[in-house]
């Protein structure tokens, strides 16, 4: 058994391909990736290349007038911001009410489901159409005129136009993500819960959520690691030559105006503020769930 | 009694009134596909149609090159599965079962694939698969690889739960290697590999970053077609409805049909990664 288990070629056959097939596809170009924002210029468009350390990540912040990469970032975060504070706690009020055993529940958890499942490019266009025609023709009817240039233009509506359609697509996600934990609850903690009083927000507060705390630690991360790479959406209804988001500035740094040492680092970048907020946010519920045992103790009276 | 009614009340309102908002735009996207511009434009924006139009869908099929990029991103997806999937059992088996150095490191060289997105990898790949945009291979090759992680990750989940008498058993009576990582395990693996397939499909049918970079005409996806449609069909707007919903009804039927199969796999990618 063993020896079978442990035949050389076997192993090779079965382990190598991917091995070198994602190495080559995945792990190379992240390398170069990286190797090419530390450069001038790539040296396959210009001669003179050579290395210049940090020098592009502090291009990228300089502030400017035509630098668009720090307003990215910030539309970025507020977007994360959006995200953690208005869309993951109506998925988290909409998850305890469908599983709190009201009528339907199965009916609305599949319905909420349905936009997640579409092409986001489809969703964008959708809402395009809901922008340009709908919402203007509903203002019109009571008596409002749309913002200048449309929604979509609009410097003051473009970015929560662009945010809206991403919001709600992925609210039944983060439902049922937050649904399946609920589920997962044993039911004699909530019958105790009941027995002693608890009922409705208050049950929710001191014993729901708190038992659910690993998988609202995965929405977090999702929802900031999804703010940080948010491309189609903008890119459908933005249109091509926007820098508005840091994916968007990657992609058209790189497409558009061919500087590809400053896309690299800005792409670098991305990944960077990926890896850090997943950190943190790992950080953060370490101390919690370190805490609570101290919590305990101190309440049994040790 | 009646203030327990009242507060079910106020609930079932409120997921009503979301449960509208999140099937509004497709039934917008039906509604519109099957009428002409002056009724989408102007004259009855939200109601049923008032001729059902099926003409629209004839048009977006053959001049929109619809069923051209349909039957793109059918291959596409369709080979990426089957790649994903044999690639997937065979390394998650080889890293997982078999008895090696380093296979911890193996392993946790793959996932770290997951943390890093798609983005990082973008220009050195657009320029190694350059010469291949004329083909489906510039397409699969870096979706394979990129959806590899995920699906080791799903299918590893489920080959620890799989007891090791299983394979003494068949090495006992003779089965090599090979044989039984595919007769005998492969197939209690079954649910495990259609969990990450449907996974895979979604995020690749609905891809639209590297196709739009990576893909000439003949072989562009049903994302980048339908995002051209929008600037091809400036005033008809029928038969862009109709493309977007061809390219919607692929995955709306697959959900429609296996509603929990496909949470679950989303659910289970998620947790995992």
Known sequence: MKRVLSNKWSIMVFVLPTLVFFTYIVTIPIVKTIWYSL??????????????????????????????????????????????????????????????????????????????????????????????????????????????NGFLANSNTKMWAVFIPSLWQYVGYHM???????????????????????????LAWSIQIPMIKPMLKVCLSFSLIGSFKLFDTPWVLLGRDAKDLPALYMYVTMFSSHKYSLASSAAVFIVVECLVFTVL?????????????????????? | ???????????????????????????????????????IMKVNMLGLPRQWLFSNYANAWNAGKTSLYLF??????????I?????GFMSSYGLLRMRWKGQKIAMTYIMMGMMI?????????????????????????????FNLPITILIISGFISSIPYEMEEAACIDGCGVFRTAFTIILPMLVPAIATAAIFVFLQVWNELLLASVLTTDKVRT?????????GQYQTEYGPMGAGLVIATLPTLVLYCCMSGQVQKSLVTGAVKG
Request: net charge positive; glycine share 6%; with cysteine.
């Open chain 2, 222 to 230: 049903l994302t980048v077609g339908i995002k051209q449609m929008s």
């Open chain 1, 176 to 202: 049922l993500l937050m649904y399946g934990a609920l589920r997962s609850i044993p039911s004699d903690i909530i019958e105790a819960a009941i027995v002693d009083g608890a009922s409705g927000p208050r």
């Open chain 2, 117 to 145: 997105p798609m983005h990082a990898a973008l220009y050195p790949l657009t320029v190694t698969l350059l010469p291949l945009t004329k083909t489906h291979l510039s397409l699969i090759i870096p979706y394979v690889a």
């Open chain 2, 72 to 81: 793109n991103s059918v291959i596409d997806t369709f080979v990426t599965l």
């Open chain 1, 39 to 148: 450069l001038s210029e790539i040296p396959a468009i210009a001669k003179d290349s050579h290395f210049v350390g940090l020098d592009n990540f502090i291009k990228l912040f300089t502030p400017a007038r035509r630098n668009a990469f720090p307003g990215a970032v910030l539309n970025s975060l507020m977007y994360a911001g959006v995200s953690v504070f208005i869309q993951l706690p109506f998925s988290l009020i909409l998850a305890l009410l469908i599983s709190s055993g009201i009528k339907g529940e199965s009916f609305y958890r599949n319905a909420y489901f349905i936009p997640v499942v579409i092409s986001s490019v489809v969703v964008s266009m959708l809402w395009q159409r809901i922008y340009k025609d709908i919402l203007p023709a509903g203002l019109e009817l009571i008596g409002l005129s749309e913002p200048k």
């Open chain 2, 1 to 39: 009694m009646k203030k327990m009614t009242f507060g079910k009340v106020v609930c079932q309102i409120f997921l009503i009134l979301w449960l509208i908002l999140c099937l509004f735009p497709l039934y917008y996207m039906f509604t519109f596909s099957l009428k002409d511009t002056n009724e």
């Open chain 1, 281 to 302: 946010l790992n950080y953060i519920f370490r101390e919690q769930n370190e805490r609570q045992p101290g919590r305990a103790r101190r309440l049994s009276g040790k």
């Open chain 2, 83 to 87: 790649f994903t999937s044999l690639l």
